[in-house]
């Protein structure tokens, strides 16, 4: 048995595609699971407040495909962040938490990706850093509630772009369940930005990392690149995570329109399934 799953972004096939199909093509190029998109469009919105007979449906096509949901990429606060200065948006910021959570819930989700900063659009401030502070303490005691792992995303913005910066915030709410769950390719862009060491910055988060995500980046590129026509260490990267313990790793890549995107499954999982055994 493998020490590790390797995990499918669902951005990587066409959205219009029904989530059965999606299911069975992750299964079919090779990858162990599905990691599930709530982003700030109104159709992913809406997909925190799934009626029961969906929900239903929904955990039912993971037992006929047998490709599980492991995990939820919750992006929908880029649009109304924790820490954004009007009250209103900050509400419904916590709303779309609440319902991801109970989302998870529902399907047997045990962790959700949470962007790692304070604002997305607006600018950042004192304000807006202690208003997230506020927000991501009541996030917190929610996912408690429902036994669900939160777990912050390294970012391409300086708020959170490195492991140690958000472990400064896990270490500060200091609960099970607020935790990391990383973006090798962001940190790698971190890291030569500050002249530092991805794996070191890495290792900082040892024992708090409950996934990875490989994703391909060049300096000031974080999307839409071939795998290993950048600068990210995947092997190492691999090796350094599951020397740690860590055992679920997502490939993270984008369906371009008018591709062979089964193809870019198949050659994409080989690549970092190649990556992940080497590292073992």
Known sequence: MRPYRLGLYEKSMPAELPLKEKLEEAGRAGFDY???????????????????????????????????????????????PLGHPDPAVRTRGLQIMEKALGLASALGVRLIQIAGYDVYYEPASLSTRELFAEGLELSVQMAAREGV????????????????????WVEKVNSPYLQIYPDIGNMTNAAVKYGSDVLADLERGRGHIVALHLKETRPGIYRDLDFGSGHVGFRSAAAAALAQGVGLFVGEFWYAPG???????????????TALEAGL
């Open 34 to 80: 599905l990691e599930l998109s709530v982003d700030e469009s109104e159709a992913k919105l809406a997909r925190l407040d799934w009626t029961p007979s969906i929900l239903a449906e929904t955990r039912q096509i993971q037992a006929d495909t047998g490709v599980p949901i492991v995990s939820i990429c919750l992006s929908g606060h880029r649009r109304f």
């Open 149 to 168: 792992i939160l777990a912050f995303e390294t970012m391409e913005t300086e708020f959170m772009d490195t492991v140690a910066k958000a472990m400064e």
């Open 259 to 273: 591709s062979d995107w089964r193809l870019a499954l198949r050659r994409n999982g080989e690549f970092l399934r």
